[in-house]
């Protein structure tokens, strides 16, 4: 499985963005998703994962309530919808794909994840 990245950029404090990321092959309709970041100086941290069938989300505390994640298997692309932006969300954001079959949950480690984008900028400037 491959992942593509994109719609990060450049944006004030409180606007939204969204992110997509697609991905290559047949089997990403039974793989969980996630979404981390990575912010300078600071380790890789979990940002929202999906289950495979959409029905299970998971989230951060710090993007609870602001961030929403969703998946479109028909067009295998999982989303990350960013509202309400922060300066303290400055970050590559990095898609990844967990490839255990129908995992009824998601997982909110690295290690659990077996695929990775290359990442996309989000800047938020105060």
């Known amino acids: 499985v491959q992942l593509q990245a994109s719609g990060g950029g450049l944006v004030q404090a409180g606007d939204s963005l969204r992110l997509s990321c697609a991905a290559s092959?047949?089997?990403?309709?039974?793989?969980?998703m996630g979404w981390f970041r990575q912010a300078p100086g600071k380790e890789r941290e979990f940002v929202a994962g999906?289950?495979?069938?959409?029905?299970?989300?998971y989230y951060a505390d710090s993007v609870k309530g602001r961030f929403t994640i969703s998946r479109d298997n028909a067009k295998n692309t999982v989303f990350l919808q960013m509202n309400s932006l922060k300066p303290e969300d400055t970050a590559v954001y990095y898609c990844?794909?967990?490839?255990?079959?129908?995992?009824?949950?998601?997982?909110?480690?690295?290690?659990?994840?077996?695929?990775w984008g290359q990442g996309t900028l989000v800047t938020v400037s105060s």
């Open positions: 990844a794909a967990d490839r255990t079959a129908y995992y009824s949950g998601c997982h909110d480690l690295a290690n659990d994840y077996d695929y």
């Open positions: 092959g047949r089997t990403f309709s039974s793989y969980s």
């Open positions: 999906i289950n495979w069938r959409g029905g299970i989300t």
